[in-house]
């Protein structure tokens, strides 16, 4: 699978109840398949990362979703395709 058909979306809060499974629903409903994941929780603060395909996914509308459920649920979540994150990333 081509890189730039994939994303990396963080995930970064106090821990609570669902959020996996929260953050799941929204890119399911919009065609996004989970590749990897990794989450910790460090004293009651939640931090997980994802790779995400998104060749069947509009980017801006899951984008757009990711971000009304961090409001909602009161966590900072973000998607960054993975090109644009290796480049940010580069030492």
Do not use: C, P, Y
């Amino acid at each position: 699978m081509e890189k730039k058909n994939q994303a990396v979306v963080t995930v970064v809060g106090r821990d609570t109840i669902g959020i996996i499974a929260k953050v799941s629903r929204i890119l399911a409903e919009h065609d996004a398949n989970i590749l990897d994941i990794s989450q910790t929780v460090l004293s009651g603060m939640f931090n997980m990362i994802m790779i995400v395909d998104i060749s069947l996914s509009e980017f801006a509308a899951l984008s757009g979703a990711l971000s009304t459920l961090g409001e909602q649920i009161g966590l900072e979540i973000r998607i960054q395709r993975s090109e644009i994150f290796d480049a940010m990333h580069r030492i």
